[in-house]
């Protein structure tokens, strides 16, 4: 497989806090959460959602796997993607595909088809790039990537820049030499919106 990741960042590199819950990352008193709701057109949304279901696997870090496990795997959520996943799927892939969380202080995930992976993480990483399969998706987990990409585990990056400039906080990663695959610009409409 290969591992591919999709980050939602501003335009000044924040990828800090942008679900829809404000509070739901607010760790060095970052207060502007909730910065990427309501900004994606329609075709970004497709893009989106066709993204999770070319998945084969998930791969998060722990605060990413916690926030994901509490609103992508909700039971109600779940039992209507298992219901319906043609109008729900997000949530199907999350719920349907294998997940791998990396984390020292989680254990036990409580979030069906969860394998936690410790130890030697390069390694472990390896093991499931050797795998066949398409996609081993990581979605947020900033610390996650960095590591990843120092360990030049990253083979390929997605880049979802929203139209908004926030001045601070935590940033997405370090210059890394790259080259652009492809670019896509939405619509006006949803650059105006920002």
Known sequence: MK????????????????????????RNGFERGGWAMGVFDNETMTFINE?????????????TYELFAVYWGAEERA????????????????NTKPKYVVSTTLTEPQWANTTHLSGDLAAAIG?????????LQVH??????????????????????????LGH???GCSPTPARTLHSTLSTPESTQRA
Request: a negative charge; zero cysteines; proline letters at 4%.
């Open 51 to 63: 993204t999770y279901q070319r998945a084969d696997a998930f791969l998060f870090g722990r605060r």
């Open 79 to 94: 039992r209507a993607a298992a219901e319906d996943p043609r109008n729900h799927p997000i949530t199907d892939a999350l």
């Open 140 to 165: 947020g987990s900033g610390a996650l990537i960095r590591w990843l990409l120092d360990n030049d585990l990253v083979d390929e990056m997605n880049l979802l820049i929203v139209p908004v400039v």
């Open 3 to 26: 591992v591919i990741t999709m980050t939602q960042v501003t335009v000044d590199g924040v990828m800090q806090g942008n679900g829809g819950a404000s509070d739901e990352d607010r």
């Open 127 to 135: 093991e499931l790039k050797a795998k066949p399969g398409g996609e």
């Open 169 to 171: 906080r935590a940033r």
